[in-house]
């Protein structure tokens, strides 16, 4: 029960921060999934569509495609981050902790913090990625 309700809260909160970001755009904006213009990530086979905001900047919410049975690596990023799985089976690793995370989980990445993600199974992973600051990507040394 208190499992249940504590994804409640998060999922709320998840919701209440991406309206906040969202609110502050000048169009309304109604697309489904399935019509989600993708952009590749650099030379990797991550895909993500910004959604509102501004990824250079923040704030900003976007969906990430991680193709399934794609391993991420070991990676950080400067800003915290909120994301919650949309589809697929999305593994999430960090202090050592790794946990498969199916559509509805949350998850709260701290800034500055490396952690590992995954997409387990053949089914791609898409994600809601809300995050304050810029999105970058930091690599280990």
């Not at 794609?70 to 909120?82: C, I, M, R």
């Not at 960090?94 to 387990?120: I, N, T, W």
Request: with cysteine; charged share 20%; hydrophobic share 35%.
């Amino acid at each position: 029960m208190f499992k249940s309700a504590l994804k409640a809260i998060s999922a709320a909160t998840l919701i209440a921060l991406s309206t906040a970001a969202f609110a502050g755009g000048d169009e309304d904006h109604m697309t489904q999934l399935k019509d989600i213009e993708w952009t590749q990530f650099g030379n990797t086979p991550l895909h993500l569509s910004v959604l509102w905001g501004d990824r250079e900047t923040g704030p900003y919410g976007m969906y990430l495609k991680i193709p399934g049975g794609f391993h991420v690596g070991e990676h950080g990023h400067t800003n915290t981050y909120y994301a919650v799985t949309i589809q697929g089976q999305w593994e999430h690793t960090r202090a050592g902790k790794k946990e498969v995370l199916p559509v509805g989980s949350f998850v709260m990445q701290p800034g500055e913090e490396y952690h590992d993600d995954a997409c387990v199974g053949p089914k791609d992973c898409i994600l809601l990625v809300v995050q304050n600051g810029k999105g970058d990507v930091l690599l280990p040394q």
